[in-house]
């Protein structure tokens, strides 16, 4: 439990804890030592008392009239005096606190805290021997106990002022912790491998050596993931030269050699009467000609669309749009294609087109979708290309087939970024590829 608490709650908990048992600690404090004060203050008084007694015992002793002496001393108090006479006929003795007047502003608890010592300082006065009354001393401790109010809250202010101070700085400090820490936290957690914004360094000297380790192996990982790309690169740009001289060898050598079988087999059908073993035999392999040819050509252009160096990338995707049309009728495709897409050559002209390709033929194939959308533009030296349908949706798991796999390393390759969506029914192939124009665009019109 006290490990899922945040710093912050750890650090208070205890200071509140501190703070709160030096509070309890004085009003214990209070409660043993004001009562002492308070019973110390109180010794004169009854001393006092004491000598009045006992002076007025030797004068009734001695008076010819102990009772009229007596009443002439009782008339010649002052009914404000502390010192007052009690009869004992003059019904039961008030209590002890009843003389105690409760000071303005000082609440009932906080008397009540304190252990008011005994107030009944009374001494008998005796006529021949005979106890007829007392003389007591009606002490009025309103101003020891305001006295004592006034400490209390002086301590109890101190101790609020003190904790306030204590958990502001506690407070402070603990963001100028906990900060650099969060920092850190997000720096060592970065996603999609992005080292080029430092960690602020600050914080303690420890935290503040943390923060600057863990730049410097950002540095190494920023650099490590830069050869990579452009390894990928590289390798990306082998892929196109080689699948180039591929095409090429295919279409100098392997074309030539299929119109050659084609055209002889064309003259044996010719020259063949027109029933017979031998008429169908050549005519299954005119067949087996034009089947190998057109896979030839379809070989030819996925290893490396010539339309896209003739006549630009923007006239090849419509080029491959139509091509979509006419095998799939039943697929409704609408396009976004910006016209500036002419201006982007090299291997992401290579790229998107194959993009283009593959993602249309996921969509001809497993999508089962009644309608497509593709959609390229150009926003300053970013391509973004989005290809979406409203087929049955992604495959399990949410991964790439093993065709937009190969387009993933491409994309990566390209310092790119390639995602797999299904958003309101649709399913989204979205990438965006940082590009540099090498060729001016077609004027408009």
Same mark, same amino acid.
């Given at each position: ?244 001289? $591929? !095409?090429? %060898?295919?279409? #100098?050598?392997? @074309?030539? +050699? ?5 055209? &002889? ?117 970013? $391509? !973004?290309? %989005?290809?979406? #349908?409203?087929? @049955?949706? +992604? ?5 790439? &087939? ?44």
């Amino acid at each position: 439990m006290w490990q899922r608490l945040s710093f912050r709650t750890q650090l208070f908990l205890p200071l509140g804890a501190s703070f709160l048992a030096a509070l309890i600690l004085a009003g214990v404090l209070l409660h043993i030592f004001a009562t002492d004060q308070l019973a110390a203050e109180n010794e004169p008084r009854r001393r006092s008392t004491e000598a009045i007694a006992a002076a007025l015992n030797d004068t009734l002793r001695t008076s010819d009239n102990p009772r009229r002496t007596l009443d002439a001393f009782v008339h010649s108090l002052d009914t404000s005096s502390d010192i007052q006479f009690r009869a004992l006929d003059a019904g039961p003795a008030p209590s002890p606190k009843d003389g105690l007047h409760k000071p303005h502003g000082v609440p009932q608890w906080f008397i009540d805290l304190l252990a008011t010592p005994d107030m009944d300082a009374a001494s008998p006065v005796m006529i021949d021997g005979r106890r007829i009354g007392d003389i007591v001393f009606l002490q009025d401790m309103s101003a020891d106990l305001f006295e004592k109010w006034i400490g209390f809250l002086a301590l109890t202010s101190l101790v609020a002022v003190l904790m306030v101070l204590t958990g502001t700085i506690a407070y402070v400090l603990a963001g100028s912790v906990l900060r650099p820490l969060q920092d850190l936290g997000q720096g060592l957690t970065r996603r999609r491998g992005d080292y080029t914004r430092p960690i602020p360094v600050g914080g303690p000297p420890e935290i503040r050596q943390g923060c600057e380790e863990a730049n410097a192996l950002a540095a190494t990982l920023a650099q490590l993931s830069q050869d990579n790309r452009d390894l990928m690169h590289r390798l990306v740009s082998l892929q196109d030269d080689e699948r180039r001289d $591929l !095409a090429r %060898e295919l279409h #100098d050598e392997l @074309g030539p +050699l299929l119109f050659s079988i084609r055209a &002889g087999t064309i003259a044996l059908v010719e020259a063949a009467p027109p029933a017979g073993n031998f008429g169908n035999s050549a005519q299954s392999l005119l067949q087996s000609v034009e089947a190998l040819q057109q896979t030839n050509r379809r070989i030819l252009d996925r290893l490396r669309p010539l339309y896209i160096e003739e006549l630009g990338l923007s006239t090849s995707v419509q080029t491959l749009l139509r091509t979509f049309r006419n095998q799939a009728p039943h697929i409704i495709l609408t396009d976004t294609i910006d016209a500036d897409l002419n201006a982007i050559d090299g291997p992401a002209a290579q790229t998107m087109y194959r993009l283009i390709q593959e993602a249309l033929t996921n969509v001809l194939r497993h999508a089962n979708a009644s309608n497509a959308h593709v959609r390229a533009t150009v926003a300053g030296e970013t $391509l !973004a290309i %989005e290809i979406s #349908d409203d087929g @049955g949706g +992604l495959p399990a798991g949410n991964v790439f &087939g093993r065709g937009l796999t190969g387009m993933h390393e491409r994309v990566r390759a390209l310092s790119g970024s390639l995602s797999l969506l299904r958003v309101d029914e649709r399913t989204y192939v979205r990438c965006r590829l940082p590009v540099e124009t090498t060729r001016d665009a077609p004027s408009a019109g």
